[in-house]
Each structure stands twice: as structure tokens, then as C-alpha cells.
């Protein structure tokens, strides 16, 4: 088992910054891709980024393509989300999850087995 925390949602403006964290702890982290899903009202969850196991590589939803980093520390078993020039339309519960493996080949919602309780990030325009 793994427990997922997220922390750093809240309300900004267009063009602000805000950076998600998301605190692992239980099973092994270090080994496994970490991936950052977000979900509007009424919308179905959709994939925002995803790193590998040990950092080396990253992908991204066209959507934040530029805008948005994804990082990770595993000596604190951590994975970051670092989001610049939020627009209106990144608002959204924004979730962290485990997958089931440690590439970043991982980008469906089923190929995550362990997931935080969201945070909310809200962009006001």
C-alpha cells in the first residue's frame, strides 16, 4: 500500500504560479513512475504529467506542455508539479498517483494503482 497527500492547491490569477506537492509513504516510491492527473467539474480525469522512476524522463499533456514541470525528490518521497502561467482552464482537483510501473509510458488513469485525496487549484481570470 501506498499513501498519497497532496498540498499546494489554492486560489490564483491568470498568469500566476503555484507548485503541488505530494508526500508518498508506505511501499517502496523510489521504484515506480509518479504521475499528476487532474479532474474539472463534470469532466473526466485527464492526464497532466508523469515522471519516471529515477527523474531521468518526463512527459506531458499538450495542454501544459511549457508551462508546467514535473519533478521528484526520492530521498523525501516526494513528487512536485510546478505550474506557471495558470490559465482559466487548469482549474481543476489536481491528483497525484502511483503507477504501475517506473517508465513514462504511463499515461492512463487505469494504469495507476494508488492515489492522493486531490488538491484544488482555482484560476480566476
Known amino acids: 500500500q501506498v499513501q498519497l497527500v497532496e498540498s499546494g492547491g489554492g486560489l490564483v490569477q491568470t498568469g500566476d504560479s503555484l507548485r503541488l506537492s505530494c508526500v508518498a509513504s508506505?511501499?517502496?516510491?523510489?521504484?515506480?513512475?509518479m504521475g499528476w492527473f487532474r479532474q474539472a467539474p463534470e469532466a473526466e480525469r485527464k492526464f497532466v504529467a508523469v515522471?519516471?522512476?529515477?527523474?531521468?524522463?518526463?512527459k506531458y499533456a499538450d495542454s501544459v506542455k511549457g508551462r508546467f514541470t514535473i519533478s521528484r525528490d526520492n530521498a523525501k518521497n516526494t513528487v512536485y508539479l510546478q505550474m506557471n502561467g495558470l490559465k482559466a482552464e487548469d482549474t481543476a482537483i489536481y491528483y497525484c498517483?502511483?503507477?504501475?510501473?517506473?517508465?513514462?509510458?504511463?499515461?492512463?488513469?487505469?494504469?495507476?494503482?494508488?492515489w492522493g485525496q486531490g488538491t484544488q487549484v482555482t484560476v480566476s481570470s
Open positions: 508506505g511501499r517502496s516510491f523510489s521504484g515506480y513512475a
Open positions: 498517483a502511483t503507477a504501475t510501473g517506473s517508465s513514462t509510458y504511463y499515461t492512463r488513469s487505469t494504469e495507476y494503482n494508488f
Open positions: 515522471i519516471n522512476w529515477n527523474g531521468g524522463s518526463t
